[in-house]
């Protein structure tokens, strides 16, 4: 992959389309000028700040200059400018906050580069438990991993030992959200032999949530909650969610956001309980049967969280019981064509199967059932037909004219087509076989 140095005496090539080509600057620098210049006791040596900004606006003038049938290159320049730039400020920050104190850098943040107390203070947690991970910082500092993937692996360190190196891996391939189940998982598997009891309560010690007004009068929740009471969250807003659209008008549906806050709404307001349209939350949680000992073994959630055996006690007292039987006569799994809809027991087994969205791995809770031969098409409402498919990836398939291809380890992977190769599936899969078209239903 070609690089735009900054210090290069060289002009950027011409592009194929579009955009200017920038003149070099006058007067680059050699890279190695750089680390010899001296800094003294006081750290004040080195460039000025009016060339280091010279410096930022030839940079950001070559980066300008790359358009047309240079546009993904340059994309992927901005990603690696971004991540060595938030690298650069972590050791900044890290680094004011031991000589002044936290609080100190957190003022400057806020005062100096106006981020919100809230996101001062994280800047400095962030940046004191990077300091602690030195092969997580190089990556960031080389560009070979994102600044959110480098956040997700500093949150997880903080709490859990990691391996960084197999994180690492990961996050140079994986996107945002398909590493955040990655260090999920990775967690799991390194506290497999701790105390459940002893990680959840460590864990609901972190639980917050604020509420707070912006500027135009909105108001905007955050929240933090341990495993269990997260899956509640979520089912319920889920549940709400899609009892809401069902009720839209399919001409003029909401955002899937919007719909998710007014769904809060109703949950904590409790309008439209009268009406029976307040959301119900099932919560689905796994148990293998083991037949020698006689009793559920190895409890979990449908993401895989292990749960502690009082846990599992007390949702068991405060739930309907539904064996995963999923071939009784009592809960079928094959409709034919007799039901569009998947029924209950099918979205159980398919949360079960497939783990969440079968593409992008999102929560089951906000995915639909797809038919892969769609129904329109002659395909059954059966179990090997149907795939978890949360509403970004279902938007592919359906509106964008994207293939949902079932792989021979039994996964799956979404290919567009020619004309919409940017659109990668979250797996980084292009197609380059079929033209879009218009698809209705699942």
């Known amino acids: 992959m070609t690089e735009l140095s900054l210090f290069s005496n ?8 579009g955009g200017s080509t920038p003149a070099a600057p006058s007067d680059a620098i050699d890279p190695a000028s750089l680390a010899a210049a001296p800094t003294g006791d006081s750290g004040r040596g080195g460039l000025s700040s009016e060339r280091l900004l010279e410096l930022l606006d030839a940079l950001v003038l070559g980066l300008d200059g790359l358009g047309g049938g240079r546009l993904e290159e340059c994309l992927r320049l901005l990603g690696r400018c971004e991540a060595r730039l938030a690298a650069v400020k972590a050791d ?14 957190a003022a400057v943040l806020r005062g100096d580069l106006k981020q919100s107390r809230g996101g001062a203070r994280r800047e400095v947690k962030f940046a004191g438990r990077l300091a602690g991970l030195p092969k997580t910082a190089k990556a960031l500092a080389d560009g070979d991993v994102t600044p959110q993937a480098a956040r997700a692996i500093a949150d ?4 859990t030992p990691v391996d960084e190196d197999e994180l690492l891996d990961a996050a140079e391939t994986e996107p945002a959200d398909v590493f955040a189940r990655t260090v999920r998982d990775h967690v799991n598997e390194r506290t497999a032999a701790e105390d459940l009891e002893e990680r959840r309560r460590r864990q609901r010690v972190r639980r917050e949530l604020t509420i707070r007004k912006e500027s135009d009068g909105m108001y905007k929740l955050s929240g933090l909650f341990d495993p269990v009471a997260g899956a509640r969250v979520e089912t319920a807003l889920a549940a ?3 009892k809401l ?26 309008r439209g309980a009268d009406t029976g349209t307040q959301p119900g939350a099932n919560l689905l949680v796994i148990a293998d049967y083991d037949t020698v000992a006689g009793q559920l073994d190895d409890p979990r959630l449908v993401d895989g969280t292990p749960l502690a055996p009082s846990e599992l006690l007390r949702l068991a007292l405060e739930a ?11 809960q079928p799994l094959w409709l034919g064509r007799t039901c569009r809809t ?23 809770s906000f995915c639909q059932a797809h038919h892969d031969i769609h129904w329109e098409h002659g395909g059954p409402t059966d179990i090997d037909n149907l795939a978890l498919l949360c509403s970004d990836c279902h938007k592919q398939v359906h509106e964008l004219g994207a293939d949902l291809v079932r792989q021979p380890d039994g996964t799956y992977r979404l290919e567009h087509p020619p004309n919409l190769t940017s659109l990668a599936s979250p797996n980084g899969n292009p197609r380059n076989a079929k033209a879009p078209i218009a698809r209705a239903g699942c």
């Open 10 to 17: 060289q002009t950027p090539p011409a592009t194929e389309v």
């Open 92 to 105: 900044k920050v890290a680094e004011l906050a031991r000589w002044r104190g936290e609080a100190h850098a």
């Open 156 to 159: 997880a360190a903080a709490h």
């Open 240 to 242: 709400g969610a899609n």
């Open 245 to 270: 659209w069902h009720a839209e008008d399919p001409k003029n549906r909401a955002t899937a956001a919007q719909r998710y806050a007014d769904a809060l709404e109703m949950l904590i307001t409790r």
């Open 320 to 330: 309907d019981i539904l064996p995963a039987l999923f071939d009784t006569n009592g």
């Open 342 to 364: 998947a029924s209950i027991a099918q979205r159980i087994a398919l949360a079960a199967r497939d783990g969440g969205c079968a593409v992008c791995g999102a929560a089951s």
